[in-house]
């Protein structure tokens, strides 16, 4: 079991940036493969970037260049820094931890509201 704790959401105007954090406690947390999902309201839930436990990383193209994911494995924690916001990226952020199968665990998401 994977318990997840997302956090640093918020109101920015646009051109802005955040950080998020995701805490996980209750397993190995370097044994997953972390990612982060955003879901805006009407639309399906999206993979936005992942990061494997040695550090690789894959983005969406829409956020490519604009936002970073990183982990730290000492402090079972992963982070996506999100620069150059846009109004599009009004969303429900949501921290999971996938195995090869795909997500396995969810966080229960952190609002980003981007102001135009």
């Known amino acids: 079991q994977v318990q997840l704790v997302e956090s640093g959401g918020g109101l920015v105007q646009a051109g802005g940036s955040l950080r998020l954090s995701c805490a996980a406690s209750g397993s190995i947390f370097s044994a997953y493969v972390m990612g982060w999902y955003r879901q805006a309201p009407g639309k399906q839930r999206e993979f936005v970037a992942g990061i494997t436990s040695g550090g690789r990383t894959n983005y969406a193209d829409s956020v490519k260049g604009r936002f970073t994911i990183s982990r730290d494995n000492a402090k079972n924690t992963v982070y996506l820094q999100m620069n150059s916001l846009k109004p599009e990226d009004t969303a429900v952020y949501y921290c999971?931890?996938?195995?090869?199968?795909?997500?396995?665990?969810w966080g229960q998401g952190t609002q980003v509201t981007v102001s135009s």
């Open positions: 999971a931890a996938a195995s090869v199968s795909g997500p396995d665990y």
